[in-house]
């Protein structure tokens, strides 16, 4: 019995190390998608104000 659990916590731990791997690879992924949204859009409310200046 002992042994089997020994074995299921080998099996188990590179599992778990990848589970990690992919959450905080996919946290970034999506934290610097934000980040690219969030400057998209003020660069192109910068680009309207700039239009709207220009016609007064």
Do not use: N, T, W
């Not at 996919?26 to 700039?50: F, G, H, S, T």
């Amino acid at each position: 019995m002992g042994d089997f659990i020994f074995i299921l916590g080998i099996l188990l731990f590179p599992c778990l190390m990848l589970y990690v791997f992919f959450s905080r690879l996919i946290e970034l992924i999506q934290q610097k998608r934000a980040d690219d949204m969030r400057k998209a859009y003020q660069a192109r409310k910068a680009a309207v104000e700039r239009q709207a200046r220009q016609r007064l």
